[in-house]
């Protein structure tokens, strides 16, 4: 227990540490596609909404609860508790925290793998290992294995260094990085034939599929795995932000530059697959949605990159670059959870813990590149549809109703003295203890039914 905790060293290290983690391959690949099936820009708006008025409360319950503890979910959660039963759930939810996070990485790294092994595919083409080029984007269980050892072997890297000097350092060179490798290929992309339909795609609203309850649910969905929240990754990251700064505000920025990439990503994906099409690439599946999930990245934009010669090779490398950028920052985020736990309250060392840890993690993986079909489908499903906002949920009572109110107060007051006057002390505490549970249990009924 004696190891000193680690700290962000300044506002724009946790900024880019908090949005690397929200900003990943659900920004990338999820949320355009689910756009443009969901009613383009009116899905937009509902998401927005949703974000600022669901899962923004939710982040801040996390980060709060964090930031107080200054400590790992398990004993954070714990310590707000009054009495044996909140705290014997205090200590259920921090573990159930755990085991989805590191269930939550373990396909988020096989899907990272495959990332890594279209980004050497270009290198490969381009020094004529055409060979070697063609293994790398086979889907075999030798591949796939392989990359999910090099991905956690990354993963564990960065996570080993510590908070400053692995978490902050890698996302403050990699999140600008990956903004900037996103500008320029939106800016090639909307020139090409076919981006302008692509574009209108998915910003051209089309509000009669706003009443539909499953894209309410989707939005919501979406919005939960794309701020990282429900399985502790937002708390552990608030317990490293300093004292002194205004939380509510910092909260804000994380959830503007999610949804922001997210925009930005529409605005790359769409058009990428309209250029496709002009192509002659197939975009729609046999029911008529767009290809979304693997194959969209893994066919129809790799396919598009074949049809432009020379100049794709480079497109594809800036392209799996970023998304392998973007994997990496997040699954940083979901390693520290356990690691954070067993450093703490197991007198581990941090390298050792990563290490063992992660090696758990990477076995879990293989097993599930081993047994693809029966199991990937359902530890995503479980873990993104059931877990995430059941802990959602959990640490909206903890934050709403097991948490004394005025230690609460309390705590945003540091780095936010005038916290009483501000419209965030008006609205968050109602919507954390009473809108936000009764929205996410609604959601995980309609789920159920
Ligand atoms: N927010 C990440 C994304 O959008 O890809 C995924 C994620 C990271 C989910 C961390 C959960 C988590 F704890």
């Given at each position: ?17 908090a ?40 982040l801040m ?11 790992n ?13 909140s ?5 259920f ?9 590191s ?50 072997g990354?993963?564990i ?8 000097d ?5 996302a403050s ?13 939106i ?11 692509g574009?209108r ?13 499953g ?9 939960f ?5 429900g ?10 932000v300093?004292?002194k700064e205004?939380?509510?505000?910092l909260?804000?920025?994380?959830a503007?530059?999610?949804v922001?990439?997210a925009v ?15 192509n ?14 693997p ?29 392998t ?44 590149v ?7 489908d359902?530890?995503v ?17 903890f934050?709403?109703w097991?948490?004394?109110?005025n ?19 008006k ?7 009473f ?7 609604a959601?995980y ?5």
């Amino acid at each position: 227990m004696s190891t000193p905790r680690g700290e962000f060293t300044s506002r724009f290290g946790f900024l880019m540490a908090a949005s690397g983690s929200a900003v990943g391959l659900g920004n990338i690949w999820g949320f355009p596609t689910n756009a443009a099936s969901n009613g383009g820009a009116a899905f937009l708006f509902t998401y927005l909404i949703l974000v600022f008025v669901l899962a923004y409360p939710a982040l801040m319950a996390e980060l709060i609860i964090g930031r107080h503890a200054k400590a790992n979910a398990v004993t954070a959660l714990q310590g707000l508790s009054r009495g044996t039963i909140s705290r014997g759930m205090g200590t259920f939810v921090g573990f159930a925290g755990i085991i989805t996070v590191s269930l939550i990485l373990s396909f988020y790294t096989i899907v990272s793998g495959w990332m890594v092994a279209f980004l050497i595919d270009p290198l490969a083409r381009i020094a004529n290992l055409d060979s070697l080029a063609d293994w790398l984007t086979t889907d075999t269980i030798l591949r796939n294995a392989l990359f999910v050892m090099l991905f956690m072997g990354l993963t564990i890297y960065v996570v080993s260094a510590g908070v400053k000097d692995g978490i902050e350092k890698w996302a403050s060179r990699l999140m600008p990085s990956l903004v900037v490798i996103l500008l320029l290929l939106i800016l090639y992309v909307i020139t090409l034939p076919g981006a302008s339909d692509g574009m209108r795609a998915f910003l051209i609203p089309d509000f009669k599929q706003l009443i539909d309850p499953g894209l309410i649910i989707n939005a919501l969905g979406q919005a939960f795995f794309s701020l990282s929240l429900g399985a502790g990754t937002m708390l552990i990251y608030g317990s490293y932000v300093s004292k002194k700064e205004n939380l509510p505000a910092l909260g804000g920025m994380v959830a503007l530059l999610d949804v922001g990439v997210a925009v930005m990503a529409g605005m790359l994906i769409l058009p990428a697959m309209y250029v496709a099409q002009a192509n002659g690439v197939a975009i729609y599946d046999e029911s008529g949605g767009l290809i979304a999930g693997p194959g969209l990245i893994l066919s129809v934009l790799p396919a598009l990159f074949n049809s432009m010669g020379s100049a794709g090779l480079l497109v594809a490398l800036a392209f799996f670059l970023l998304m392998t950028i973007a994997s990496l920052t997040s699954s940083i985020s979901m390693l520290e959870v356990p690691v954070a736990y067993a450093v703490e309250n197991h007198s581990v060392g941090r390298r050792k813990a990563a290490l063992i840890i992660g090696g758990i993690v990477a076995i879990i993986c293989l097993t599930i590149v081993a047994n693809f079909d029966d199991l990937f489908d359902l530890v995503v499903t479980v873990t993104t549809e059931y877990s995430q906002p059941l802990g959602g949920l959990f640490f909206c009572i903890f934050a709403g109703w097991i948490w004394n109110r005025n230690s609460l107060l309390q705590e945003i007051k540091q780095g936010f003295p005038e916290v009483e006057q501000s419209l965030f002390w008006k609205i968050w505490p109602f919507y954390v203890k009473f809108i936000c549970p009764v929205a996410i249990a609604a959601v995980y009924i309609q789920l159920l039914s």
